[in-house]
Nanobody, 114 residues
C-alpha cells in the first residue's frame, strides 16, 4: 500500500517562501505522475501543480510563476517550492498521484499571514 507523508508547511508572511516535501513509499513512484493539491477552509480540494514521470509540469493559473513542482525519483520524493506567497495560498497541502489514486496523507498546513 502506498503511503504519502507531506512536510514543510508552516506560518509565513505574505511574500515569503516555503518548500514542501512529500515522501512516497513503494516502487510505483517513478512511473506515476504526481500532483500537489490544496484544500482551503470551506473549499473543495484543488490541484495546484503536477509533474509527469518524465518531468513535464503544469500549474493552476493561481500559482503559475510562483510555485515550482519537482521530483527526485531516486528518493521517491516530490517537492513544491512556493515563492511570493499570498494569504489566499493558505490551505492544507497534499500530494497524490495525478489522478489521485492513493489514499490521502495527513497533509501539511500552510498559513500565509502577517
Amino acid at each position: 500500500q502506498v503511503q504519502l507523508v507531506e512536510s514543510g508547511g508552516g506560518l509565513v508572511q505574505p511574500g515569503g517562501s516555503l518548500r514542501l516535501s512529500c515522501a512516497v513509499s513503494g516502487t510505483i513512484f517513478s512511473i506515476t505522475a504526481m500532483g500537489w493539491y490544496r484544500q482551503a477552509p470551506w473549499k473543495q480540494r484543488e490541484l495546484v501543480a503536477h509533474i509527469t514521470r518524465g518531468g513535464s509540469t503544469n500549474y493552476a493559473d493561481s500559482v503559475k510563476g510562483r510555485f515550482t513542482i519537482s521530483r527526485d525519483n531516486a528518493k521517491n520524493t516530490v517537492y513544491l517550492q512556493m515563492n511570493s506567497l499570498k494569504p489566499e495560498d493558505t490551505a492544507v497541502y497534499y500530494c497524490n498521484a495525478r489522478p489521485a489514486l492513493f489514499s490521502w496523507g495527513q497533509g501539511t498546513q500552510v498559513t500565509v499571514s502577517s
